[in-house]
Every structure is written in C-alpha cells, then in structure tokens.
T-cell receptor, first 109, second 116 residues
C-alpha cells in the first residue's frame, strides 16, 4: 500500500490559516488523496479528497502538487474546534485505506 | 453519507474471554472494514468484511483471533477472542459506499475495550 508522511504536530493561532502538508511520493496514477480528521474520543470524519486538481469544500481546500507526490490541506480560518489529528491517506480502487501517523493540530486562542 | 452505530460503546472484560462488537449502518454499503486504534496510536486495518463470505485479513491479524461476520449489506460483527491486556484498544467499524478510490469513508464512534 502507498504510504504517506506527515509532520507529527503543528500549531496555529485561532482565526489564522493552517497549511497541513503530506508527502506521498509512491502514489500511483489511480490513487485518490483523502483527508480525514479525528476529534478527541470520536471516530475519524471525512474532510476532503482529490485526484489531480485542487478541491474546495465548506470545510477546507486541498492543494495537490502537479506531480501528485505531495498535497496540502488548507484550513482557511482555524477555530478551536479544528483541533484534531489530521490524516492524509491514499484510497486505492481496491477499496481499502491505510492510515499513517497523522498530524496533531493544536489551535491556540 | 452513512450513519454507523456500534454496540457496545465500551466494555471491560477479563482475560481469556471473548467479546463480540456489532456494527449497524443506516443504509446498504459496498464495503465494510474493521480497524483497531491502540492508545495514542493511529488506526490499523484489521480486515475487510465481505458479505456472505470470509473476511479478508491484513497481515498480523487472523480469523481465529478476530472472527468477522457480515450477513448482509448493513450489518457486521467483530469478535475479539481469548482476550489479553494487549487487546485493549478502540475498535472502529468503517464503511465506504462505493468501491472506487473516490469513495468517502465513514466511521462509527468506536468500541473502547479494556481487558484486565
């Protein structure tokens, strides 16, 4: 399974943008890049996904490098409720997803 | 989307016993998975639950220890057998509504298991 690499932790100030990076140098042409986040004592929740083009939704934006070997999740204005572990994973057409270690985001008031 | 419930939400069990965790989805889904999350760790995929056939286990997980059933498209069970303290974890059920890589994955709230 393709592997992703993320920084262990990041900090942000409330109301400021946050850029969460992810490296996936072994990505294959059909792998989708997905982001999930896990709030304390909850199961992971879907944030956003993309294949080649940048994507926007109500929660975040996803910027994908031209060679697809890295991507960045962008939270435009971090709130205290955005404090969570963020996981970048590659979804294959075979169906299963492998989670890496994720990035723990701390948001300071 | 899919809403997933799990029972029990938590349990404390004695070593050597077994616990069966139930996962119920509010709609028919293509794929169902079981994950384990040990304290302070990321999620590890245990197996893919296949409807009407044996589950597909990941490396390091075996059917004798983690038997899985999936009788239909909305329900699955995971049994943790002959438990030891090392099995203390959160067990999460997850589903995908489509089989392609574009499919979003949804997670249940988890079952927190403590083995004494």
């Amino acid at each position: 399974d393709a592997k992703t690499t993320q920084p262990n932790s990041m900090e942000s100030n409330e109301e400021e943008p946050v850029h969460l990076p992810c490296n996936h140098s072994t990505i294959s042409g059909t792998d989708y890049i997905h982001w999930y986040r896990q709030l304390p004592s909850q199961g992971p929740e879907y944030v956003i996904h993309g294949l080649t083009s940048n994507v926007n939704n109500r929660m975040a934006s996803l910027a994908i490098a031209e060679d697809r070997k890295s991507s960045t999740l962008i939270l435009h204005r971090a709130t205290l409720r955005d404090a969570a572990v963020y996981y970048c994973i590659l979804n294959t057409n075979a169906g299963k997803s492998t989670f890496g270690d994720g990035t723990t985001l701390t948001v300071k008031p | 989307s899919a809403v997933i419930s799990q029972k029990p939400s938590r349990d404390i069990c004695q070593r050597g016993t077994s616990l069966t965790i139930q996962c119920q989805v509010d709609s028919q889904v293509t794929m169902m998975f079981w994950y384990r999350q040990q304290p302070g760790q990321s999620l590890t995929l245990i197996a893919t639950a296949n409807q009407g056939s044996e589950a597909t286990y990941e490396s390091g997980f075996v059917i004798d220890k983690f038997p899985i059933s999936r009788p239909n498209l909305t329900f699955s069970t995971l049994t943790v057998s002959n438990m030891s303290p090392e099995d203390s974890s959160i067990y999460l059920c997850s589903v995908r509504t489509v089989r392609t890589g574009a499919g979003e994955q949804y997670f249940g709230p988890g079952t927190r298991l403590t083995v004494t």
